[in-house]
């Protein structure tokens, strides 16, 4: 490599806290600049700073993100009572993840990187599972009735013009309970949307599942969303991409997904979604290996590691030690970040870029060179145990030899 890759449009950088802040700068330091001309809109959204601003900066880094379409996130702290004197904070502001996302109006996709030598628990499973979750309404925005004794459950709607819909949910025979859910046709189709145009970017194709054979309005609304959002805006898409839309039962798919090679993006509904994705993610091994993605139904996206800011990691650098914590999802933030970039702005170098990165990151662990959290999980054995700085430097040379080729 001689000359650095040029960018023509910036990434929106959104730095964050304690370890992952750490590590972010040593990522850019050591794995991006020596490579690309780095062109950023940079937004600090470490905690003390949201705060500072009455988080004004998260909005704005969100804003960003809608007008540039491609953002790269650093884990932040959400804060809690027990942040508020350890940061002297005035407020305690909601979460950064929440706040981009409303803003965004988008769907987050969950990732295992995969390496050889880390087993799933699955042994079909040689490809990712991505797991899209629908993160509005149901059962997370319910309303529920504890009954004391017998009497007659009602689900009643008025509408904005006075007209009543009126329907017996059950004529109760004694003491119970009662919930009731909503969801909106904007939200499903946004959904859909954000599914389908991530399907489209990684080449992949998509599962939905619901119980509509017992759920026949609410469910049947999903599918019917999904379906019609499918064949006016994305059938042509797909079949050119040679990626296709499969629709079935929420049972039968789960019984399907055990038995599959992976390679597909698994949209769920909310409730589905959250439980699965703590499955499927803990049989892929090691939240240092899932990446995050948000995108919204107008094609932005936002890229982030999906843990948190490991904390107890960064307690112990503080106080002098190296720790051997696994930088992979937030190089994966980035390169996800900047092969987007480079699909937008039809910049080849740095789709190449990405890939060569991803690779000769991969190729390191593959070669039996990892950090503490995944000897623990690593078959056959690792060769050596690095800490964050040793395992950095080794990437850094193994992207620069793959680069020089
Ligand atoms: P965490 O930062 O994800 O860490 C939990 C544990 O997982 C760590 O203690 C560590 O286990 C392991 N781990 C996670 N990432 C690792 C990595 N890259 N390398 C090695 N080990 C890793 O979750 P948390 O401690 O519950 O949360 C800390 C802060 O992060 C909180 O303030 C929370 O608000 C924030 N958070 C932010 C996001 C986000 O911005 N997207 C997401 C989740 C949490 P060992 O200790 O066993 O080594
Ligand atoms: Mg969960």
Not at 100 to 114: C, H, N, Q, S, Y
Not at 198 to 221: C, H, I, N, P, Q
């Amino acid at each position: 490599m001689s000359a650095r890759i040029t960018m023509t449009t910036p990434l929106v950088e959104m730095d964050g806290d304690e370890m992952t802040r750490v590590l972010w700068a040593a990522v850019k330091k050591e794995l991006i600049e020596p490579f690309v001309e780095l062109k950023t809109e940079y937004f600090d959204l470490s905690v003390k700073n949201r705060d500072d601003t009455e988080d004004r900066v998260t909005f704005d880094s969100a804003r960003a993100a809608k007008r540039l379409g491609v953002a790269v996130k650093c884990a932040t702290i959400t804060a809690n009572d027990a942040r508020v004197p350890e940061y002297s904070l005035k407020h305690l502001l909601p979460s950064p993840n929440g706040t981009i996302r409303a803003e965004l109006d988008g769907t987050v996709f969950r990732k295992p990187i995969i390496v050889r030598n880390v087993k799933p628990s699955v042994p079909s499973w040689t490809k990712p599972i991505i797991l899209g979750r629908h993160a509005y309404g149901d059962v997370y925005k319910n309303t529920e009735i504890a009954v004391d004794g017998p009497g007659k459950a009602e689900l009643v709607f008025t509408g904005k013009d006075g007209k009543v819909v009126r329907k017996t949910i059950m004529e109760m025979s004694g003491p119970g309970i009662l919930q009731g859910v909503h969801n909106l046709d904007s939200s499903i189709e946004s959904f859909a949307r954000a599914c389908l145009i991530y399907a489209l970017s990684e080449k992949v194709d998509v599962w939905f599942a619901t119980k509509d054979t017992v759920s026949k309005t609410y469910d049947g609304r999903f599918k019917a969303i999904f379906q019609r959002v499918f064949d006016a805006e994305f059938k042509a898409k797909f079949d050119k991409a040679g990626i296709s839309y499969f629709y079935t039962l929420i049972d039968d798919a789960v019984a399907r997904v055990m038995k599959s090679s992976g390679g597909f993006l698994w949209a769920c509904k909310n409730y589905d979604g959250d439980v699965m994705s703590d499955m499927v993610a803990s049989a892929f091994g090691s939240l240092a290996m899932m990446t995050s993605v948000l995108v919204s139904p107008n094609n932005c996206f936002e890229y982030e590691a999906a843990h948190g800011t490991v904390q107890q990691h960064y307690y112990r650098w503080k106080k002098g030690e190296k720790t051997s914590t696994n930088p992979m999802a937030l190089i994966f933030a980035w390169s996800g970040a900047l092969r987007q970039r480079g699909i937008f702005d039809d910049g080849r170098d740095l789709i190449a870029f990405a890939d060569a990165l991803e690779k000769g990151c991969l190729d390191v662990i593959e070669s039996g060179v990892m950090t503490g959290d995944l000897a623990r999980l690593a078959d056959p054995a690792p060769a050596k145990v690095l800490d964050s700085w040793q395992f950095m430097d080794a990437l850094s040379e193994n992207v620069r030899k793959a680069l020089s080729r």
